[in-house]
Every structure is written in C-alpha cells, then in structure tokens.
C-alpha cells in the first residue's frame, strides 16, 4: 500500500481534509486517513509514503461533452483578441467544409493533440463525440475513462432505419473494457424523427449512453417554429432534400416530449448546451432524467450566453457536468479554463464547480461506483496541485494545469509530460 500525504484531500465538493492521506493498494483507494489516524497508524503497514507537503490531491476531472477530433482545424477564436460576431449555421459549414477532405491520418493526428491537452489539464475521463469510431482503438491502449458517443444523421424513416442497424454493428463491434460506446443523435434538426425513436428503444433495450444537442441556437428554435432558419443552409450544403420538424411551434424539450422518447431515455440522455431554453423547460427536461453538459465558454463565443445556474433550482446544477466542447469553438481544451470561465459567467461556487468536474460527471456516465470521488473501493483517479504560500484549495482552479495525474493508482502524467509507458507516444504533438 502506498499512503500519498498532502495540506488538503478533496473528496467531493462538501468533503474536505485537511493534512490528510490517501491509501492506495492495487490501484484502488483502501481507506482516507485524517492526520490523527496517520500519526496513530503503523508506518510499516505502507510499502511507501509519498508527502506532497502544501499541496491538494482532488478526483481526476470529467471532460463531459468534447470533439477532440477538431482540435487542428484553423482556429476561429484566438486568446486575447475579441470575438467577432459568428453566425451559427456559417460555423457549422465551415467545419464541415474543412473537416469533410481530411483524411483518415490528419484526423487521428488532431484527435491525439486534443486528447493531450486536456488529459494533462486533468480529465482522466473523457467523452468524445464523433461519427468515426477509428479513434476506439487509440483510446483501448489507455487506462483512461473513456466514452465514445457515435454521432449518426438521418433525413428521412428509410435512413433512419439503416442508421440504427449499423450502429449497432459498430456497438457490438466496438465494445471493450477500456471504451464504453454509446450514441450521439446529432440534434433535432439533423436526426429524423424515425432516427430519435429507434435509438431511444435500442438504449432503453441496451442500456446504452445517449449524448445529443439540444436548444443551442436561435437558428434550432426557429426551425421548429417553421420560420426562417439557416439550419436548411446546412441541410443544402451535405445534399438533403428540405427537412421539416414533425410538428412546429414546439420548444426542443416539448419536440421530443412529444415524439415519446423523453420518458424511454430516462437517465440515459445527455444534453449539451441548453442554452435556448427558459427556467420551466429546462427543469421538465431534468425531471424526465435528461442530464446537462455545461460548455460556458463555446456558448460564450458563439451565442453571446450561457446558462446561468443562480437563476435554477439546486436539482439542475446537482444533474450537470462541465465539458469544453471543440476547440473549433474554444480557445483550447482545458477543463480548468472552462472551469474558471463557469464561474466567472455565472459565479458558481468552489464546492458546486468541483462537484461538476468530477462527482456529477462520473454520476452522469454511471461510474460514479468506480470514480468522481476519493473514497474506499473506487478507483484511484486523483490529480496532485501544489500550493504556493497563502493559497488555499480553491486555488486550483487558478492553475495552469495539476503538477501530477494518477489513473488507477498509476503516475501518468508529471509538471506537465506524460511518464507513463503507455502515454509517452502523445508527449509531442504530431
């Protein structure tokens, strides 16, 4: 066993040690001890002790909503230059127009460089939206908590029905211990209806993951009203006949409220963004067990707003994780930037922001009996950030990046490189 001491152990946002040690024993954590119970306890029972001294160990953190296969596409938001008013439908065309003549190689390499930037900002988990599923098999070789969501579009019943089957070849396909694969229905305006209630009874017949889009944009709302929208521009441009919403005047959450799929998802719905919905659907939304990617800075810089959760019930906050989206909308992958920009946006405190880096996530991907928190039993995911004189441990979240990342007990990453064996080959960017 090995005893990791440190000035502060965050377990969860509410609990908080202070000169406290983590037991860890086959990559497990085995018990959380307070400072009497180390000073009371048998040096001999360690096979080693490792004193970070002023330092604070917290759960590794949770990119919740990420497509780390973007990261080289050139850049529309650049750090300290302000942002110029983008419209929507425009960004969209724009990535695919870029994204759609890479080949099979230029993708793997942008998808590596994101998964470096933000592992080392912290995230020992992540889930990755995209339609290949080439990327599983970098991910398999890894310890890290990974989630692939498969992003499938349909225009029509007849496509729908084939793009059901196929993902189901590609789940089966595709599962392993390391990867856990689920499905992404892009958005209600990219996924027929047909498409949204085969993938709600195939998850609830599989209890497979759900992670899709959801009132993003002005331009979604005015699809489903029937009025004017861009999003036929995007429709045009991939060569889809004119795709209408089965029924208009509808919010997203009364749309797919009233297709049935809501109540068959339950818990197994993610929803990015949110940001186009008001107080009263947004809770009926959660009520139904939908649960919220918060991506504060790509809906900055993209939309002009965010969520704000001051103005929410607890419920909602306690039913959100934090994600970076793409850095086709970011400045980059951190967690930690996104972090601070959560609370500078809508000034969410130290505990709830910690919580939705972590506790939340995990809860939200269920393997929060494995991970999200540092208790007995579960994983030893937990990442090392050390003090300077009069910090405290909310400092953190100030930081650039934590100072070491342990998965499974295991040193992966240290000031900032990989050490590990198995990481070494993302050092460099390619």
């Not at 993951?209 to 009025?227: C, F």
């Amino acid at each position: 066993m090995i005893l990791y001491k440190s000035s502060f152990i965050l377990s969860t946002g509410e609990k908080i040690f202070k000169d406290a040690g983590l037991l860890v024993k086959n990559g497990t954590i085995f018990d959380l001890l307070s400072e009497d119970q180390i000073k009371n306890s048998c040096n001999e029972n360690y096979a080693e002790v490792i004193d970070f001294g002023n330092a604070v160990i917290t759960p590794g953190f949770v990119n919740l909503h990420t497509h780390l296969q973007y990261t080289d596409l050139k850049p529309v938001f650049k750090q300290g230059k302000a942002p110029e008013n983008i419209d929507f439908t425009d960004w969209i065309m724009n990535l695919i127009k870029q994204y759609y003549f890479w080949s099979k190689s230029k993708k793997l390499k942008s998808f590596k460089n994101g998964l470096r930037e933000t592992v080392l900002s912290g995230c020992t988990c992540i889930a990755q939206l995209s339609m290949e599923d080439f990327f599983i098999d970098v991910l398999n070789n890894l310890d890290l908590k990974s989630f692939v969501f498969l992003e499938t579009f349909s225009n029509s019943e007849e496509t729908s029905k084939k793009e059901i089957k196929k993902l189901n070849k590609k789940i089966q396909r595709d599962a392993s211990n390391n990867v856990t694969i689920g499905i992404s229905p892009h958005s209600v305006y990219n996924a027929h209806k047909t498409l949204w209630e085969e993938i709600a009874r195939f998850s609830a017949e599989q209890n497979i993951l759900v992670h899709t889009h959801l009132a993003e944009s002005k331009d979604e709302i005015n699809w489903l009203n029937g009025e004017h929208s861009n999003i036929d521009k995007i429709h045009k441009l991939v060569g889809w006949n004119r795709m209408k919403p089965y029924e208009t005047g509808l919010n997203p959450v009364e749309y797919l409220e009233k297709l049935g799929v809501l109540s068959i998802f339950k818990e197994n719905l993610t929803a990015a963004h949110c940001i186009e919905l008001d107080e009263k659907a947004l809770e009926k939304l959660v009520n139904y067990g939908t649960k919220i990617a918060h991506c504060p800075r790509s809906n900055m810089l993209l939309h002009g707003k965010t969520l704000d959760f001051n103005k929410m019930p607890k419920f909602i906050l306690q039913n959100t994780g934090i994600g970076t989206d793409s850095k086709f909308s970011n400045y980059d992958l951190s967690i930690l930037n996104e972090s601070r920009s959560a609370k500078d946006c809508t000034g969410l405190d130290f505990q709830n922001l910690l919580n939705m880096l972590t506790i939340n996530a995990a809860h939200i991907l269920k393997i929060d009996d494995k991970t999200g928190s540092l208790e007995k039993d579960k994983d030893a995911d937990f990442l090392v950030f050390k003090l300077i004189d009069n910090e405290n441990y909310q400092d953190i979240l100030n930081k650039q990046r934590p100072d070491n990342i342990f998965i499974k007990g295991k040193l992966i990453a240290k000031n900032g490189k990989f050490t590990s064996k198995q990481w070494e080959f993302l050092n460099e960017p390619e």
